[in-house]
């Protein structure tokens, strides 16, 4: 995925595209500004790959605490595509948005998938939802909001594209658990060797990769529909 991911990122910085995810929430802890106020260039300077260096200590704290107790502990990733054109995707079978969740629900660990404001966005009205058209200074159709998360009927709008990956706990704990066995007696197993109490921090480039040859598989479907090359 890795390998794969980090050539369809190459051939997407060539023409502008951007991949990027960190964490954002182990836990309880979460981040909680928007994250056009982060800096990027901040994820790789800490362990846990989270671009708010006052939540990084928090985060670290949490997760050294629940592997002393030999136990695990889940939590969300964000990933963010810059500079996406306008009308990646499908209107119906291959929606973008659904390419991207099938992408990371492949993923281990992964439990759930949501993108724009997702189902934070239930409680609010149409009228509050709605991402409107406006023209920018250099007379581009944009949209005054991002609540759909840059994917728009399916397709890309040419807005940032933002979504979030929700990881759970690792199932394999450092300390005895109740079970049965073969022949269905009661009994407990104890697992051995090296566990992550965490995957967060190693699922990051995971998640860009995965999201990177999506983006550049919807590329060149749209390139050779066009007959185009990139």
Request: net charge neutral; aromatic share 6%.
């Given at each position: 995925?890795?390998?794969?991911?980090?050539?369809?990122?190459?051939?997407?910085?060539?023409?502008?595209?951007?991949?990027?995810?960190?964490?954002?929430?182990v836990?309880?802890?979460?981040?909680?500004?928007?994250?056009?106020?982060?800096?990027?260039?901040?994820?790789?300077?800490?362990?846990?790959r989270?671009?708010?260096?006052?939540?990084?200590?928090?985060?670290?704290?949490?997760?050294?605490?629940v592997?002393?107790?030999?136990?695990?502990?889940?939590?969300i990733?964000?990933?963010?595509?810059?500079?996406?054109?306008?009308?990646?995707g499908?209107?119906?079978?291959?929606?973008l948005?659904?390419?991207?969740?099938?992408?990371?629900?492949?993923?281990?660990?992964?439990?759930?998938?949501?993108?724009?404001?997702?189902?934070?966005?239930?409680?609010?009205?149409?009228?509050?939802?709605?991402?409107?058209?406006?023209?920018?200074?250099?007379?581009n159709?944009?949209?005054?909001?991002?609540?759909?998360?840059g994917?728009?009927?399916?397709?890309?709008?040419?807005?940032?594209?933002?979504?979030?990956?929700?990881?759970?706990?690792?199932?394999?704990?450092?300390?005895?658990?109740?079970?049965i066995?073969?022949l269905?007696?009661?009994?407990?197993?104890?697992?051995?060797?090296?566990?992550?109490?965490?995957?967060?921090?190693?699922?990051?480039?995971?998640?860009?990769?995965?999201a990177?040859?999506?983006?550049?598989?919807?590329?060149?479907?749209d390139?050779?529909?066009?007959?185009?090359?990139?």
């Amino acid at each position: 995925r890795c390998v794969g991911g980090a050539l369809a990122k190459l051939v997407l910085k060539k023409i502008g595209i951007e991949v990027v995810a960190y964490t954002s929430q182990v836990g309880h802890i979460a981040i909680d500004k928007d994250y056009r106020h982060y800096d990027f260039s901040l994820i790789e300077s800490n362990s846990v790959r989270c671009p708010d260096v006052e939540k990084v200590k928090e985060m670290q704290d949490l997760i050294l605490k629940v592997k002393a107790e030999g136990d695990t502990i889940g939590g969300i990733i964000t990933c963010v595509v810059k500079g996406c054109p306008v009308g990646l995707g499908e209107p119906a079978f291959s929606k973008l948005h659904a390419e991207l969740g099938a992408a990371m629900l492949g993923i281990n660990a992964v439990k759930g998938f949501e993108y724009g404001e997702g189902f934070a966005g239930v409680t609010q009205r149409g009228s509050e939802q709605n991402d409107l058209f406006c023209i920018d200074s250099e007379y581009n159709v944009r949209m005054q909001t991002n609540h759909r998360g840059g994917v728009q009927g399916g397709l890309s709008n040419g807005e940032d594209i933002v979504f979030r990956v929700a990881f759970k706990p690792v199932a394999t704990l450092l300390r005895e658990q109740p079970t049965i066995d073969k022949l269905g007696n009661a009994t407990t197993l104890l697992a051995r060797g090296r566990h992550d109490p965490c995957v967060l921090p190693r699922a990051v480039p995971v998640v860009e990769a995965m999201a990177a040859m999506v983006i550049l598989d919807e590329l060149l479907i749209d390139r050779c529909a066009r007959k185009e090359s990139i």
